[in-house]
């Protein structure tokens, strides 16, 4: 085999076994407003971070923050289901990732409101914004903080 073959394949077989490590592969379930922009942007975040995202658009995001256990006062503009853990709003891919790993007793994560900064609403400021664990009981506490950039 010569040189320039044997480093291609070596090359290529890296990148690949790079991408399956990262790959997640795990199914989101997005519920969103048809017209909101920066759920799409969240969506592709997760695909980024090799989640498998499909989007549904409803007419109303509430039914499913109520369907899935989402307190009112952590409430976003999108929620998602994966592996039975909700996620409402802009949680980063990280976090996500995290909690299946470390798969708490919980209801699941959210970020409330729309805070820039975060996955999907990036801009040319950011704001300081946390990311809460809830349980069914709707109580919560702080999962992981993001401080102003």
Not at 1 to 21: D, E, N, P, Y
Not at 69 to 97: F, K, M, N, R
Not at 105 to 112: H, I, N
Request: glycine share 10%; net charge positive; hydrophobic share 35%.
């Amino acid at each position: 085999m010569k040189r320039r073959t044997f480093l291609g394949i070596t090359i290529a077989a890296s990148l690949l076994s790079t991408k399956t490590a990262t790959a997640t592969g795990t199914v989101v379930e997005v519920y969103k407003d048809p017209t909101c922009g920066c759920c799409g942007k969240w969506a592709e975040h997760l695909r980024n971070n090799g989640f498998d995202v499909h989007i549904q658009e409803v007419p109303s995001t509430a039914d499913y923050r109520r369907k899935f256990g989402v307190p009112d006062a952590l409430a976003s503009c999108h929620t998602a289901i994966v592996d039975g853990y909700a996620i409402e709003g802009h949680v980063p891919a990280a976090d996500i990732q995290r909690l299946l790993k470390e798969h708490p007793k919980a209801r699941g994560l959210a970020v409330p409101g729309m805070p820039i900064g975060s996955p999907g609403m990036e801009g040319a400021r950011t704001e300081a914004y946390s990311v809460m664990i809830f349980a069914a009981d709707g109580g919560s506490s702080l999962y992981q903080s993001y401080p102003r950039r």
